[in-house]
């Protein structure tokens, strides 16, 4: 279970002028192993599926790659069973079927979310839910993802709940040996202009998806790149591609028809009735928007007119106008995520408008605290994070995932408090995300759901019903250090 030590991910937002459709304060959880399947999340559905366990992920059948690739006749039936089909699903009258009650993410789930006074999602995507992108030779993943992203954002946005779309899972694998790459290897092509292309592509299909489609209607935000490599000076490229990942998306909207005011570009008057052939205006865009953002935009154009084949929703392309919403907040790690010099927000003034912050962080807690109750209470209680990210310009900033994982057994009352402590820290940025919405529960998972699954946090007393509250407002009176300036 190495993937445990994920830690906790810091991410920041960026806003344009406005709160574009976000909460005032974000209180959300990740629809982790839904569109991206970790099977350290539901061990035994994964061996149920056909999956394996091993050590090494890369030496068995422990991710989408190797499962498609193991079963390249049965894997999108399989998938489609764990993403819940609401073909088979739905009944004439609309109730539910029990037997599909079980599969990863349903209405009984955004039922809970309204319940527990969740605000936002953030869904973790790879880049094959644009099944053009994936080259069949040589790479193997499931088919059928964005059929069901569209129904669950549908079942969401009629619950209100907002969502951040999180390229999670980037083509030519951004992190070696993680299950939430979509494959274990220690083979990591993200960083080259072939992949950072195809990533761009991605960002404009599902840009104009945000604006064109009406099941897209709550998303927010697109995420770029979610955990690259920590190490900046093994990930060359990067910091162009995150500049021309906020070009794709503005370069979208403003062929769509939405003004661009940092750039002086106002509405765009050759936007017409016709989405696609509006998008292959791309290559007239203003000199600001170079080559690459042109052709990545091209590119995207043949695909999203199969897409609207595909799902018999080809009709949403010609029927505009098309730009209903606020432009979309694009969305980053924060700075602090890499070292090594990585880019920083300033180098993006040209797009300050839509655009505050970069942000990336991973903790281990081993890294930051001691394992030991005091010392993880004392760090989350005196967290300069939100303070430091803002001093290099990562502001406002969300925390993207985070959890009750530690070092340590811990107990039901440390537990409490920690998650206190946690929130307490969180809310004093734009608000925070927990990774997971769930767990399986089973032998085989053991407990992990106690300390990793939002569901189970709440049903055993960690977590507070109501998202804004804490069990108690003065945990962290202990542990202040009194030099420095407490909430
Ligand atoms: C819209 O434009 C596309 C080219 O992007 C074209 O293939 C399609 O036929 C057009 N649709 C309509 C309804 O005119
Ligand atoms: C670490 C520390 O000295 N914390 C103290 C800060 O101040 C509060 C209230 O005055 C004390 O309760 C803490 O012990």
């Excluded at 830690?7 to 974000?26: D, E, Q, T």
């Excluded at 998303?219 to 794709?248: C, H, L, W």
């Excluded at 797009?351 to 109750?373: C, K, L, N, W």
Aim: charged share 20%; hydrophobic share 40%; glycine share 6%.
């Amino acid at each position: 279970m190495r993937s445990l030590v994920l830690g906790l991910a810091l991410s920041s937002i960026s806003l344009s002028g406005v709160r574009a459709g976000f909460p005032a304060k974000i209180y959300g959880v990740n629809l982790g192993s839904w569109l991206v399947l970790e099977p350290w999340m539901l061990p035994q559905e994964w061996i149920d599926m056909g999956g394996e366990r091993c050590d090494d992920c890369s030496t068995c059948i422990a991710s989408e790659f190797t499962f498609a690739q193991a079963y390249p006749d049965t894997v999108d039936d399989k998938f489609n069973e764990h993403w819940l089909s609401p073909a088979s699903n739905f009944n004439p009258l609309g109730t539910y079927f029990a037997i599909f009650r079980n599969t990863w993410f349903n209405q009984d789930d955004v039922d809970k979310f309204v319940e527990l006074g969740l605000n936002t999602v953030r869904i973790p995507l790879g880049y094959w839910i644009v099944e053009d992108l994936v080259d069949r030779t040589t790479e193997f993943y499931p088919r059928g993802g964005l059929a069901q992203l569209r129904r669950g954002l549908k079942q969401l946005s009629e619950a209100g709940i907002v969502a951040i779309l999180d390229h999670h899972a980037l083509p030519g694998i951004q992190e070696p040996g993680q299950q939430f790459t979509g494959r274990c290897t220690s083979d990591v092509q993200f960083y080259t202009p072939h992949n950072y292309h195809r990533a761009l592509v991605w960002t404009a299909v599902m840009t104009a998806l945000s604006h064109i489609d009406p099941a897209f209607d709550n998303v927010v935000s697109i995420e770029a790149v979610n955990e690259p490599i920590m190490d900046a000076n093994q990930t060359p490229g990067y910091g162009d591609f995150q500049k021309n990942f906020v070009r794709v998306v503005r370069a979208v909207e403003f062929l769509l028809g939405l003004p661009v005011p940092s750039l002086n570009l106002k509405a765009n008057g050759q936007a017409n009735a016709n989405a696609t052939a509006s998008l292959e205006f791309a290559a007239q865009l203003p000199p600001v928007f170079p080559p690459e953002i042109r052709s990545a935009i091209l590119d995207a154009v043949p695909i999203l007119l199969r897409i609207g084949v595909k799902l018999g929703v080809d009709k949403i392309f010609s029927h505009g106008p098309h730009v209903k919403k606020e432009p979309l907040i694009t969305n980053f790690m924060d700075i602090n995520w890499q070292h090594n010099n990585p880019l920083t927000l300033p180098t993006l003034r040209w797009d300050h408008r839509y655009m505050t912050t970069i942000s990336t962080i991973r903790q281990s807690f081993g890294g930051v605290a001691d394992p030991s109750e005091t010392a993880y209470l004392t760090h989350n209680c005196n967290l300069d994070r939100i303070q430091n990210d803002a001093a290099l310009g990562n502001s406002p900033l969300y925390f993207g995932e985070w959890a009750l994982p530690t070092q340590f057994p811990a107990t039901d009352e440390f537990l409490r408090k920690w998650a206190d402590a946690q929130k307490r820290a969180y809310s004093m940025g734009a608000g925070w995300i927990f990774w997971n919405f769930k767990i399986e529960i089973s032998d085989l998972a053991g407990d992990t759901a106690r300390q990793w699954s939002y569901f189970e946090g709440v049903n055993r007393g960690y977590l507070t019903k109501d998202p804004s509250k804490l069990l108690d407002p003065h945990v962290c009176d202990p542990y202040l250090k009194n030099t420095t300036a407490s909430a």
